[in-house]
């Protein structure tokens, strides 16, 4: 596909915390990552506003195991709590995903320009992401490198279908949708043959509504486009 | 699937099993709750005629206390504040002439119970029954019939007594049946009702399935608030509360609790809880209700924390904490102790095992589900698997197949001594490893711990083999029947440890480790002088005491147990030819480079164990391969051979 990276990301523990029990504090995880989660990760690896990360699929290299962990959370007024919190152990992942234009970005279409995108981004896969990479949760640090999706032994290759029900897909953000609203996205997930294959954040039919937001706005004010900003660096077109 | 939609999929394949009460084995009765039910136990049982006229009352016994009774969100989660239940409840809700025996009361609780009473009675789905009790309670004499019938007793002041003390025994005479069966004072007791009406068979309110599915579909109207279901992906009513009492009645914690606003939980990204996630009503009674089945059914609690094991459709599954030979006891399989091939062990396993098998369905799951509360308010899940039920069996097969020892600990039920060969038990790993008075905290941690290596097939973590190690290799300070036991349990682990090298209960006398050697030799050691010290004396062998110190530095105390044993080599005299013969035959295989002080391996235990136990086996008993009988509390076996 065009625009398209691949990377496997790996990490000892995971958490993409069941939205059920994340409300009483005791975390437990999906058994596979979110199509949020993911995106997350691929836009630590690189991203600007003018895109948007589309996750394609998922290959899960190892078998999904738990442990847990008593945790002391922080608490608003202070003082002390526990909690069990549920981790995915020994995670191990091949992505693929693929970047287009935000559509609702037109103030920054001068700035869409895909060969320097793609290759910006191909260079931040092979550097390991710009930005730290964590699977689900900031306590379960993750690391990304290239890889060639579908490639090497996956200890799902043999299983032919498992239906993971209904999962949370991801939340659209405003300048996602371009809506004034935050919506939570519900999908049923299936994995074949250790592949999971997302559809897009558009095709998902089960939406509720959860907040509200605004688009931030991009302009000269708070941005600096990259043609000034060499001009103003190389005051004579960089010749020396 | 996901663990909520898993439970729910139980409670739908169960259906017929709804309301059907069932006995524990401590004659605790249980059963699968319908919806917008919950169990309470009743103390007092009143009976009506079918014209809302009090018939007769009595005690209920505690056995037969519990009781399934319809409830509401708000009434399921009532703390302090008066909510009703909407038909049975207690006399502060039920009796309209409370006060007038109990004094005042907070609130308005008969007037609520009253009000919530009529709404089901007008509503369509209003019961016959049900109104019968509507009209009898409308007439505000309960307690006095009650006390009329000699239910409850009243004191000079025409008050309810609060306690039966030894001045009124001594007044009255026998403490009657009320006070035998409630705790506080008698205004706190429970009431359920039966209609008799000529003809029909149920009389019982509570058992009778219309009354139930009469509530059932008034409660459904009154739940009007749609929203998407994070469970079911489905448009349907939205639970605002969550069951407690999961684990047992007394257990206030919830899988999913939504009060939570003082913690750094949901608050950031959203604004409420119901922003965060919804479950539909539906769901969250039918999952919850489900889960408390199955933990009164088949859960294990150890120290509060539930360890629970079901297939989604066919509930019943092999244990994967038991050992062995518990998985023998459903069939009619007798096991096959001492010296019996591997390749037999191992077809007696998949024989118990396969009787889970082919049920004709092969896309079922199993789900592995252990829960444990932190603090008090919050239940979490500490594990979840959900596997096929095909990789299941095999991952326990493999387990059992390669985990394995022979066992002497187990009493048959005409409690005679059993030997068997198998994996240990999860719970006596616990006790191997740290000691039978291990904390209850550590065993239900290592147990939870072991559920990777027997389900997953994951290497049995270091630190619990090298404890049951260290604590097999120092017999003086145990029983002999409980060393014995860690003994044999050690080399379960330790055969797991080593699996690749495939080692068997039978002797190998081609095994050339050093570990192994030197635990044949320390064998050997033992047997001779257990042989010379004869039948009556019990003392521990040098070979027993040095145990300890052998392991760690084997070629050293190898000559102390040596010079120790020559007294008894003497006094044997030809009779220990054998063995000395034996000793020099192990020694010449141990290279002259390994006889240093370097720490035995765990291994050292399956050679010493061996050795052992192929000298206890008489030569006769060898050739026709079956075991001698052995007894193990008097270590007789030194007289044969």
Known sequence: MRNQIEFEVSGRYALFTDPLTKLGGEKFSYQVPSYESLKGIVESIYWKPTLTWVVDEVRVMKFIQTESKGIRPIEYSGGNTLAYYTYLKDVHYQVRAHFEFNPHREDLMYDRNEFKHHNIAKRAVKAGGRRDIFLGTRECQGYVEPCVFGEGAGDYDEVPEIDFGTMVHGISYPDETGRKERETRLWRAKMQHGIIRFIRPEECTLVRKTGEGAVKAFSSANMQDVDSLYEEMFVDGGSE | ?641
């Not at chain 2, 004072?185 to 149920?202: K, L, M, N, T, Y």
């Not at chain 2, 939504?258 to 539909?280: C, E, K």
């Not at chain 2, 090298?466 to 050690?490: C, F, M, Y």
């Not at chain 2, 379960?492 to 635990?519: C, I, M, P, Q, W």
Request: proline share 4%.
């Open chain 2, 1 to 641: 699937m996901s663990w909520l939609a898993n439970l729910y999929k139980t409670y739908e394949n169960h259906t017929r099993d709804v309301g059907q009460f069932e006995k524990k084995k401590n004659n605790r009765e249980y059963a699968l709750i319908p919806v917008s039910h919950t169990t309470q136990s009743a103390h007092i049982e009143v009976n009506l005629d079918g014209e809302g006229n009090y018939l007769s009352a009595k005690v209920i016994d505690k056995n037969e206390g519990s009781t399934i009774i319809p409830c509401t969100e708000a009434s399921a989660s009532r703390t302090s504040a008066p909510v009703p239940y909407p038909l049975f409840d207690k006399l502060v809700y039920v009796a309209g002439d409370f006060v007038q025996y109990c004094g005042e009361v907070k609130g308005t609780p008969h007037t609520d119970y009253m009000k919530q009473l009529r709404s089901w009675c007008e509503s369509p789905y209003g019961h016959s029954k049900v109104k019968c009790v509507h009209e009898y309670l409308a007439k505000g004499t309960l307690i006095t019939d009650l006390i009329r019938d000699k239910v409850l007793w009243i004191d000079g002041q025409g008050k309810l007594i609060e306690k039966w003390t030894a001045a009124l025994e001594a007044e009255r005479g026998e403490k009657p049946d009320i006070f035998k069966v409630i705790v506080s004072d008698q205004s706190a007791a429970f009431i359920r009702f039966a209609v008799q009406v000529p003809g029909e068979v149920e009389s019982r309110l509570w058992r009778d399935p219309s009354v139930q599915q009469s509530f059932i579909q008034f409660y459904e109207m009154s739940l009007k608030e749609k929203d998407l279901c994070y469970v079911s992906g489905e448009l349907l009513p939205y639970a605002d509360k969550h069951t407690s009492r999961i684990r047992n009645s007394a257990d206030k914690s919830k899988l999913i609790s939504a009060n939570d606003s003082d913690g750094f939980t949901y608050r950031g990204r959203f604004r409420s809880s119901r922003d965060a996630a919804t479950v539909s009503y539906e769901v969250s009674q039918k999952a919850h209700n489900a889960l408390k089945w199955l933990i009164e059914r088949q859960g294990i609690t150890v120290d509060g924390r539930v360890f629970l094991v079901w297939g989604i459709e066919s509930l019943d599954m092999p244990d994967p904490l038991g050992d062995t030979f518990s998985l023998y006891q459903d069939e009619d399989e007798e096991p096959t102790g001492g010296d019996s091939t591997h390749k037999e062990f191992a077809n007696q396993v998949r024989r118990a095992i396969g009787g889970y098998r082919y049920d004709g369905n092969y896309t079922s799951n199993v789900i592995i589900m252990v829960l444990d509360a932190a603090t008090p308010g919050r239940l979490s899940m500490v594990y979840y698997r959900d596997l096929n039920k095909e990789i299941f069996l095999d991952r326990l097969q493999a387990w059992h197949e390669t985990c394995y020892w022979q066992h002497r600990y187990r009493k048959s039920a005409d409690n005679k001594n059993i030997t068997f060969i198998g994996a240990p038990a999860t719970r006596d790993i616990a006790f191997a490893a740290y000691g039978p008075r291990a904390n209850d905290k550590i065993v239900k941690g290592l147990i939870e711990r072991m559920l990777p290596c027997i389900i997953d097939g994951r290497k049995i973590p270091l630190d619990i083999v090298r404890s049951a190690v260290n604590r097999a290799s120092n017999p003086v300070g145990l029983d002999e029947w409980e060393w014995e036991k860690t003994l044999s349990i050690t080399c379960a682990l330790v055969n797991k440890t080593f699996e690749r090298e495939g080692f068997e209960v039978a002797l190998n006398t081609e095994n050339k480790d050093r570990s192994y050697l030197f635990g044949r030799m320390l064998a050997i050691a033992d047997v001779l002088e257990r042989r010379a010290l004869g039948r009556e004396e019990k003392r521990a062998t040098n070979a027993v005491r040095y145990m300890n110190a052998f392991a760690q530095r084997p070629s050293r105390t190898w000559t102390i147990i040596q010079s120790n044993i020559q007294p008894y080599q003497a006094r044997m005299g030809t009779d220990a030819g054998y063995y000395n013969r034996l000793l020099d035959e192990v020694g010449a295989q141990l290279e002259a480079e390994n006889f240093t002080d370097k720490p035995l391996s765990g291994l050292y235990l399956l050679g010493f164990y061996s050795q052992r136990n192929d000298l206890y086996t008489s030569k006769k008993n060898k050739e026709i391969g079956t075991d001698i009988e052995q007894d193990q509390e008097n270590n007789e076996q030194g007289e044969i051979i």
